[in-house]
């Protein structure tokens, strides 16, 4: 039976594994193979202490070593069960069970994707899901933005500083954003126009980075070549919690629901990272709240030793 275990393999877990493991709980952290939003980033301007930024991939592996250092075990599992059991949590990896008395999971969200040819070749070098990360990359370049949501809305704002022209490709002739938001980027018409009732049905490439898109009129099926940098996926997010619908109180999205502490509906439960956050997302509110998840599991072990329930 561990302390904690938690689930997940992003900022957030390693962040809850630095701060469990330095409290002496030994964690138990078991990570999936898909890859955190960060291993999937460039460079990472906006993480505090690093004046000259760091690189993604290795911001992630140094928080690994550091919660590695301090006694944090890491496994390789997609998690696919999870159960409740009076005082204590089961977490299921194929046929083997790990049983935990607290459990902090760091699933995050996947952004969801087109599912279009060139889609995952460029992903990276051209096709981003993260404007407030990539953004300053695309000085003086062309870039297109797809969807009509608030996080369209908000890449493009963030684009605007940084790019000559962005186009924004919705399948529609509406947004569905938030009209505050919609009119702040309806205004800019120096750098910004939209393509309505319009698809991306193709990323163009040169072998190495995106060079176009293709694009069709949903409504007259008129195909067009884009000549762009970029491609900004602005299609919402899919937060990784289907295992724990029934179990865990999850919002109208799908996300899990978590209080100002990080705690979930059941005692002993934390959620931490974009899994929980629909709003933020992003790599330093994901450590916070890791961070927060850690100390909660912490005072939880020290309250059931107290009650002699340990
Ligand atoms: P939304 O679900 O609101 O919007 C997704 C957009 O992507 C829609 O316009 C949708 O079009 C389009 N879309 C979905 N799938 C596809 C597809 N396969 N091909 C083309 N277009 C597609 O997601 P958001 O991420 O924008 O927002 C999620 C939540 O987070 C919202 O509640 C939002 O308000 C909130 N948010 C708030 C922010 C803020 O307050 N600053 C910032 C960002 C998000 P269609 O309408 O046709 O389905």
Redesign the pocket.
Known sequence: MRDVIIIGGGISSHTAALYTARASLKPLVISGPELDQLSLTTSVENFPGFPDGIQGPDLINNAKKQAQKFGAEYIEGLVDSFEVNENKFIVGVKDKKYEGRTIIICTGASA?K?GIPGEDKYFGRGVSTCAVCDAALYGGKDVVV???????M?ESLALYKFAKKITIV???DT????KI?QDRVLKLTDKINVMWDT?VTEVLGDGKFVTGVKTKNIKTNEESELKVDGMFL????IPNAKIFEGKIDLDE?GYIITDKLSRTNIEGVYAAGDVQD??FSQAVTSAGTGCQAAIQAERRIENLKAKGEY
Not at 146 to 152: E, L, Q, V, Y
Not at 234 to 237: C, N, P
């Open positions: 969801r087109l797809i969807g009509g949501g608030d996080s369209a908000e919705h399948r529609k947004f569905n954003a938030s938001m698809s602005a299609i919402g997010h999205h629909p709003i």
